[in-house]
């Protein structure tokens, strides 16, 4: 962590919020009969994907998991294509007894076959999250599942009869998976303050606005409806359109329900502002655009603002933080550990 002496925002590493996380894990770790597998799949020659892998693998060994990379494609002979035999590594792996965790390396075709692929992977095996039953809970604010819906073919609806202002699963429930790159971002959140721990749980970025820019189904999409599903008021911005997403009702509580503050789950309006006018609102700014040249206008920020980048490449400008009070310039070591976690 580190502020200059001209008065910038601190400059805040993934580091010391991985580290609150890492004797979590292995504290969990050491009430396991037998330490889980987690097998990585890698069928590309991308650097990042392979950096990834060896990171994961790096991680793995530190904390005492078992890891094992499953190499296809072209990550495993120059004279296969890209992608090549991977559907077939996963389903390998889920039927495989000894395995207890996949993650797939993506991308690898783009965004329409590889969101296949990861409906491939068994929601009983997917740390990363990305199943459409995971997705699905966490759209609808559905906390604490049963296991046995993540073989059911029904898609299930909010219970009543489970709370959801409480952390600890109740008895017969266990946590529903959450992405672990969105869960990421939302235990930074934890870690500098934005979420209010005085508050309800469920409830604690109440009084908070944040723009998300990028609405991928990977990250920015559930990264809005999270934050959202705990009370902030969230602008999600895409290339073609601006969204928000919100649990608070837009009338006056009903007469007959006058206790009723906001929705069960977060409610989607379209926006008519543009991107300088919801950064001008925005108490937290984070971005995961995929694209070298992107960059968010430091001018736009509103001053004090907390900005995080999530993308590969810096998505935002140099002189961030002579706007933001805090900039965290990558989450990748937080969410390494929230997958270790999910496992």
Same mark, same amino acid.
């Not at 580190?2 to 008065?7: D, E, K, L, P, R």
């Not at 078992?66 to 294509?81: V, W, Y």
């Not at 059911?152 to 489970?162: E, G, K, Q, T």
């Not at 001008?280 to 995929?290: C, G, L, N, R």
């Given at each position: 962590m580190?502020?200059?002496?001209?008065?910038k925002g601190i400059l805040l590493k993934a580091d010391a919020i991985a580290a609150t996380f890492r004797e979590e894990v292995k504290q969990s770790l050491a009430k396991c009969v037998r330490p889980p597998k987690l097998v990585g799949i890698l069928a590309t020659s991308s650097a990042p994907s392979k950096f990834y892998a060896d990171?994961?693998?790096?991680?793995?060994?530190?904390?005492?998991?078992?890891?094992?990379?499953?190499?296809? =494609?072209?990550?495993?002979?120059?004279?296969?294509?890209? =992608?090549?035999?991977?559907?077939q590594a996963i389903i390998d792996a889920?039927?495989?007894?000894s395995v207890h965790g996949i993650m797939v390396y993506f991308p690898i075709f783009g965004p329409q076959q590889d969101s296949y692929l990861q409906q491939v992977v068994s929601p009983l095996k997917d740390v990363e999250g990305l199943h459409f039953k995971f997705h699905y809970n966490l759209y609808h604010n559905i906390r604490f599942i049963e296991p046995k819906s993540l073989i059911?073919?029904?898609?299930?609806?909010?219970?009543?009869?489970?709370p959801?202002?409480?952390?600890?699963?109740?008895?017969?429930?266990?946590?529903?998976i959450i992405p672990?790159?969105?869960?990421?971002?939302? +235990?930074?959140?934890?870690?500098i303050g934005v979420y209010n721990r005085l508050?309800?749980?469920?409830?604690?970025?109440?009084? +908070?606005?944040v723009t998300v820019i990028n609405r991928s189904e990977v990250v920015g999409r559930p990264l809005a409806a999270l934050l959202a599903n705990d009370g902030a008021r969230v602008f999600s911005v895409d290339i073609d359109s601006v969204q928000e997403y919100t649990k608070r009702p837009r009338v006056a509580a009903d007469a007959a329900e006058p206790s009723r503050r906001y929705h069960p789950r977060h409610v989607v309006h379209p926006s008519n502002l543009t991107l300088e006018e919801c950064l001008?609102?925005?108490?937290?700014?984070?971005?995961?655009?995929?694209n070298t040249q992107y960059k968010v206008k430091t001018a736009w920020l509103k001053d004090g603002c907390v900005c995080v980048n999530v993308a590969a490449d810096k998505n935002f400008e140099v002189d961030v933080r002579d706007k933001a009070s805090m900039y965290i310039p990558a989450v990748g070591k937080v969410t390494i550990l929230m997958l270790l976690r999910n496992l």
């Open positions: 580190a502020a200059s002496a001209a008065g990171f994961t693998q790096k991680q793995c060994d530190t904390l005492g998991f078992e890891f094992e990379l499953r190499k296809t =494609g072209a990550a495993a002979s120059s004279d296969l294509a890209e =992608g090549e035999g991977v559907e889920n039927e495989d007894d059911s073919s029904v898609l299930p609806s909010p219970d009543p009869s489970i959801i202002d409480g952390e600890e699963p109740p008895s017969g429930t266990v946590k529903s672990c790159t969105p869960l990421a971002v939302v +235990k930074c959140m934890e870690y508050l309800p749980y469920g409830d604690r970025a109440y009084g +908070k606005t001008a609102h925005s108490d937290v700014v984070v971005s995961a655009v995929p």
